[in-house]
């Protein structure tokens, strides 16, 4: 088997680089470990920046977003039990963020490619990347158990933190950049109402909590929590009451309470390999970098680097060569690192860090205060929310 581009992975970098390639031309087969169903069912972020929304758009994918995703304007920062609107619109010259689960993305872009007669090989075992050092990459895997090889002219590497296109990497080709927190998100789905009608980020002595939501039935929902708590510790009843008393306000505002019907915990980390690119292997999204959930980033930054990506390869095979895709792992890297800052921050701010002394408490409230207090502050927030613009508009 040959093509053009073979790419590693069918998560939101891995897909949304398919179409974008077939949208220029460019023939691409996506060789994903796990199952159609589990893809689309696994739950995870649901903050998309305008840049997200706008490219789904330009490609033909907002119709279902527009239908059943929340257009927001503002976001709640809550501490003290009082809570502070930080209106993003007005401090980000219109710009907003729409709340629409990651797996409807996913199907979203999995039906897209199938219809345009995309290859998507599901449940791809052994994947492995050679050759990416010489003109002719190749990857290598098998699929119900018969061994194939996929000759390709650029590989991919969008198979996430865990994948094995990063490990593919010659030792001391990458360099590794990381700090891990000593905390946690204990994440839920609960059926019920929404509590708020903006994202609710609430800083508080037990810790971090998120009020998000979903769908008019389903709420998402997350609060700070040990890295290796038990879910099963946590009965409904002893998560609402965790919510409740962070959530709390001084005028009695309270969550809307339901079924809990999903939850788990996630880590949190910041990561960032560099280069991006190693020959004629090119890394995307998780599989290059992670960054803490707070600040909304990982998904819409995986989508920024394939557009990057997408369009470097587009120029390449328009004009032979080009400056972009030598350019590529440079260009991506700067996003990144104002994502990773951005991401760094919110963390910091928001969260309660074991051991702080009472002196770094005060400078979080103090920061906290100075943040809902200036609209300078407030501007820098929400640019840095609701998407930075990109550096190069034909991207
Ligand atoms: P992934 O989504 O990890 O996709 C990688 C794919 O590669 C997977 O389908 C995997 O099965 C496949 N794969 C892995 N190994 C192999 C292999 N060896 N062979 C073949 N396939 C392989 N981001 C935001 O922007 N906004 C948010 O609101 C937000 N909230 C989040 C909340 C939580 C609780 C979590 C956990 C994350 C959140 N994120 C958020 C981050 C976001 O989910 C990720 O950054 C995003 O999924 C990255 O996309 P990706 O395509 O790079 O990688
Ligand atoms: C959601 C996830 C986030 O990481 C975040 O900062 C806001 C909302 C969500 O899953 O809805």
């Given at each position: 088997?040959?093509?053009?581009?073979?790419?590693v992975?069918?998560?939101?970098?891995?897909?949304?680089?398919?179409?974008?390639?077939?949208?220029?031309?460019?023939?691409?087969?996506?060789?994903?470990?796990?199952?159609?169903?589990?893809?689309?069912?696994?739950?995870?972020?649901?903050?998309?920046?305008?840049?997200?929304?706008?490219?789904?758009?330009?490609?033909?994918?907002?119709?279902?977003?527009?239908?059943?995703?929340?257009?927001?304007?503002?976001?709640?920062?809550?501490?003290?039990?009082?809570?502070?609107?930080?209106?993003?619109?007005?401090?980000?010259?219109?710009?907003?963020?729409?709340?629409?689960?990651?797996?409807?993305?996913?199907?979203?872009?999995?039906?897209?490619?199938?219809?345009?007669?995309?290859r998507?090989?599901?449940?791809?075992?052994?994947?492995?990347?050679?050759?990416?050092?010489?003109?002719?990459?190749?990857?290598?895997?098998?699929?119900?158990?018969?061994?194939?090889?996929?000759?390709?002219?650029?590989?991919?590497?969008?198979?996430?933190?865990?994948?094995?296109?990063?490990?593919?990497?010659?030792?001391?080709?990458?360099?590794?950049?990381?700090?891990?927190?000593?905390?946690?998100?204990?994440?839920?789905?609960?059926?019920?109402?929404?509590?708020s009608?903006?994202?609710?980020?609430?800083?508080?002595?037990?810790?971090?909590?998120?009020?998000?939501?979903?769908?008019?039935?389903?709420?998402?929902?997350?609060?700070?929590?040990?890295?290796?708590?038990?879910?099963?510790?946590?009965?409904?009843?002893?998560?609402?009451?965790?919510?409740?008393?962070?959530?709390?306000?001084?005028?009695?505002?309270?969550?809307?309470?339901?079924p809990?019907?999903?939850?788990?915990?996630?880590?949190?980390?910041?990561?960032v390999?560099?280069?991006?690119?190693?020959?004629?292997?090119?890394?995307?999204?998780?599989?290059?970098?992670?960054?803490?959930?707070?600040?909304?980033?990982?998904?819409?930054?995986?989508?920024a680097?394939?557009?990057?990506?997408?369009?470097?390869?587009?120029?390449?095979?328009?004009?032979?060569?080009?400056?972009?895709?030598?350019?590529?792992?440079?260009?991506?890297?700067?996003?990144?690192?104002k994502?990773?800052?951005?991401?760094?921050?919110?963390?910091?701010?928001?969260?309660?860090?074991?051991?702080?002394?009472?002196?770094?408490?005060?400078?979080?409230?103090?920061?906290?205060?100075?943040v809902?207090?200036?609209?300078?502050?407030?501007?820098?927030?929400?640019?840095?929310?609701?998407?930075?613009?990109?550096?190069?508009?034909?991207c």
């Amino acid at each position: 088997m040959r093509t053009q581009v073979g790419i590693v992975g069918a998560g939101p970098a891995g897909l949304m680089l398919s179409q974008l390639l077939h949208l220029a031309g460019i023939e691409s087969i996506v060789l994903e470990a796990r199952a159609r169903r589990e893809i689309e069912a696994t739950v995870r972020a649901g903050v998309l920046e305008q840049g997200t929304v706008d490219l789904l758009d330009s490609i033909g994918l907002g119709v279902r977003l527009h239908r059943e995703g929340f257009v927001h304007h503002g976001i709640e920062l809550r501490y003290d039990g009082r809570g502070h609107r930080i209106d993003l619109s007005a401090h980000a010259g219109g710009k907003a963020i729409t709340v629409y689960a990651q797996h409807e993305v996913i199907k979203d872009l999995v039906a897209a490619r199938l219809a345009c007669g995309g290859r998507i090989v599901f449940g791809a075992a052994g994947v492995e990347p050679r050759g990416f050092d010489t003109d002719a990459p190749s990857l290598h895997y098998s699929a119900d158990g018969v061994a194939q090889v996929l000759a390709c002219d650029f590989i991919a590497g969008c198979d996430g933190y865990h994948g094995v296109c990063r490990s593919a990497v010659p030792q001391g080709a990458c360099h590794e950049f990381s700090r891990s927190y000593p905390f946690g998100w204990f994440g839920i789905l609960a059926e019920a109402a929404p509590s708020s009608a903006e994202l609710v980020y609430t800083h508080h002595p037990r810790g971090f909590a998120l009020v998000s939501t979903r769908s008019p039935t389903i709420q998402r929902l997350y609060f700070q929590c040990d890295p290796h708590e038990n879910v099963d510790a946590w009965d409904d009843a002893r998560i609402w009451s965790e919510l409740r008393a962070r959530l709390a306000t001084r005028d009695g505002w309270a969550p809307v309470e339901g079924p809990v019907l999903q939850k788990n915990v996630v880590g949190m980390r910041s990561f960032v390999c560099e280069p991006m690119q190693f020959g004629r292997l090119y890394l995307a999204g998780d599989a290059a970098h992670i960054v803490p959930p707070t600040g909304a980033k990982g998904l819409n930054l995986a989508i920024a680097d394939v557009r990057m990506l997408a369009a470097a390869l587009a120029e390449h095979y328009r004009s032979g060569n080009g400056p972009r895709l030598a350019a590529y792992s440079s260009t991506a890297l700067r996003r990144v690192w104002k994502a990773q800052r951005f991401s760094w921050f919110m963390t910091s701010l928001l969260h309660r860090f074991p051991g702080a002394t009472a002196y770094e408490q005060r400078l979080q409230l103090a920061d906290l205060d100075y943040v809902t207090g200036s609209d300078a502050a407030q501007s820098s927030l929400a640019e840095n929310y609701v998407g930075l613009p990109f550096e190069d508009a034909t991207c």
